[in-house]
């Protein structure tokens, strides 16, 4: 790991200031996922702002019905609040399918949001990665891609994102807040927060530099039966091959957003209006332009089996 200055901001524009004044300068809450890649230098901050003690910590209820949840609220308590529970099913079920409940303890929202791929090319060094060092290439392209996009991809990066709390956020069209270092306050939908990798896959979000999440807004409760079910190589402590947050209402209708298929939560609206007629319906138009590789083609139709068996569950 290499040398860092240190500073614990006391206020979100403090904090934002601080990250566009210092060059190089990183964010740090729980640190799940940035410690590990200062280890590995594949993240070398010159500086950490420490942003633990900006009271960002609270889950409250909104004007219009909805939850505004800080940027600072550990996934366990997160999945554990009783509103979520009750009214954001497939949130709690989708965090608590995430990690270990020792991450889980840690770990943020907003970080949840930033944390970066897991593809194995991105951690070893010894690789070409373009969103590693841009310009250099992608070893996933021709190398080991099983676990890898098979929509939205581009010849830059096939890499997935890795969390499954941003999935169920796509599903219930969240709002994530956040202040600039100018102080000006900030609402973007989850649907344009995550980006596409295009020819720039190391830009991941849509925030500017020194940009702080402050909160994630969910909206009024939408109801419906609300299911995340994730399939991964094995039961638990592992990314998603395929995951699906679903809300099917009592009249057909309903939400789907993917995970482990694309750069970002894969949701199209679109596709959705195919659900009364079935799990095949609706893959086939939300994933309509995927161009997997022979490795991970399965991906395809263990999407279509896992939607239809989330419908299934849904409907009795």
Known sequence: MRSFTYERANSPAEAAAAAARQ????????????????????????????????????????????????????????????????????????????ASGQLRNKATTAGNLLQRTRCPYFYDTNQPCNKRQPGSGCSAIGGFSRQHAVI???????????????????????TV??????????????????????NTPEVETSLAPG????????????????????????????????AVAA????????????????????????AEAELPRGAKAVTAKLLAEAKPTHENAFKLLLAERTLGAVLAEARG
């Open 211 to 242: 940009e702080l999440i402050t909160a994630v807004t969910l909206p009024k409760p939408v109801g419906g039966k609300q299911i995340y079910r994730k399939v991964r190589d094995r039961a638990s402590y592992a990314f998603a091959l395929v």
């Open 23 to 98: 060059q190089g300068a990183k964010f740090i809450a729980g640190g799940t996922n940035l410690l590990d890649l200062m280890k590995l230098e594949i993240e070398t901050p010159a500086h950490l702002i420490d942003v633990n003690r900006l009271g960002l910590d609270k889950i409250e209820p909104t004007a219009d019905g909805g939850l505004r949840v800080g940027a600072l609220v550990r996934n366990t308590d997160l999945a554990a609040d009783e509103r979520v529970r009750r009214d954001y099913g497939v949130l709690s079920r989708a965090l608590l399918a995430g």
């Open 152 to 174: 939205g991809a581009s010849e830059a990066c096939i890499a997935t994102h890795p969390s499954d709390m941003a999935v169920a956020m796509r599903a219930l069209d969240a």
């Open 247 to 270: 809300i099917v209402q009592r009249d057909g209708s309903g939400r789907v957003a993917l995970g482990g298929v694309a750069h970002k939560p894969w949701r199209v609206e679109a």
């Open 177 to 198: 807040e956040t202040i600039q270092p100018d102080g000006a306050a900030r609402k973007i939908p989850i649907a344009e927060f995550h980006r596409l990798p295009g």
